[in-house]
């Protein structure tokens, strides 16, 4: 993508939206598919089964990242990934046939540290490679003007080698490109950009949940954060950013907090979706989003607990 230019695909969107006063978000994440998934069985068959129930109010279908498991069996074999790749792509296009949506306008992935790291935790070219040869047509961004609706994607994956295990990472450049975008939407349409609902999506959640008990080596909240969370919550909040969706914990999560601003306060609603494909608490989950047209900051997100 050249910087400094808008995208014909991100601003040119164009879809009707189920209930001309909301918007509603299928939010799942996590879903840890591997080679050998069954999606006939639960936790899958029990999402497509919930999915059938509320198809005709889902608008937008999200997932933020780990989309594969990526384990140590299948990490060298092409075949066993591709397989997984392609299962996972073919059932998230099939929940939008599901829900009668256009998934080249209506479907949204960003990476997990699965998805680029063998057991989430050591990163690997062909992976990283790999997803995006499956998935870059769908981890895009979007301003639709005529919904007041702005979507921004972010990777939150560390990009060194080196053993960062499951934590994340904004990167500067890409912090730079996200300023950019948004000015440059903003100067399109400032009217319909100034009342957007504006959402950020990436897969590391950048706030501390309440979940801190864990103490391993490799699953306390130290290894799993966002490294420059700071960095990044201000850059959200002086771009009034109204919603983040997350994934990585499967913890369902929803927080809602106010920050101060030179002209004022700006409301910021955390939104994290458990897992989809493995058990966490004795459940599966995902998210179901509301956004209302005429206010942001009434958005409300239910965590849905799935048969296990």
């Known amino acids: ?182 000015h440059l939407w903003s100067e399109a349409e400032p009217e319909k950009f100034a009342s957007a609902t504006k959402i950020v999506l990436l897969h590391h959640h950048p706030m501390p949940i309440s979940e801190t008990e864990t103490r391993a080596v490799i699953d306390g909240e130290e290894f799993l954060l966002l490294k420059n969370a700071g960095t990044f919550m201000k850059e959200m909040i002086k771009e009034r950013i109204d919603l983040i969706l997350h994934g990585h914990k499967h913890f369902i999560g929803y927080s809602q907090a106010r920050f101060p601003l030179v002209n004022g306060f700006h409301d910021l609603g955390v939104v994290a979706a458990g897992s989809a494909g493995q058990v966490y608490n004795g459940i599966y989950s995902y998210n179901l989003v509301t956004v209302p047209k005429d206010s942001p900051i009434g958005s409300s997100a239910r965590g849905q607990a799935l048969q296990s």
């Open 1 to 182: 993508m050249t910087r400094g230019q808008i995208e014909p695909s991100e601003i040119d969107i164009k879809f009707e939206l189920k209930d001309s006063k909301k918007v509603t978000i299928l939010h799942i994440s996590d879903l840890h598919f591997t080679s050998d998934t069954d999606i006939k069985r639960v936790p899958i068959s029990a999402l497509v089964a919930d999915v059938l129930k509320f198809k005709k109010d889902i608008d937008l279908i999200i997932c933020t990242g780990d989309l594969t498991h990526n384990p140590l069996t299948e990490a060298f074999s092409d075949d066993h990934h591709k397989s997984s790749m392609k299962k996972v792509r073919s059932f998230l296009e099939s929940l939008c046939t599901l829900c009668k949506l256009d998934p080249r306008k209506r479907l949204f992935v960003v990476p997990g540290n699965h998805d680029y790291r063998i057991q989430g935790l050591f990163r690997r070219k062909a992976s990283v490679a790999r997803f995006h040869e499956y998935f870059d047509v769908y981890f895009r961004n979007c301003f639709v003007p005529e919904h007041e609706l702005l979507i921004y994607s972010f990777d939150s994956n560390t990009a060194d080698a080196a053993l960062n295990f499951a934590t994340g990472l904004i990167d500067q450049d890409d912090l730079v490109k996200f300023q950019d975008k948004m």
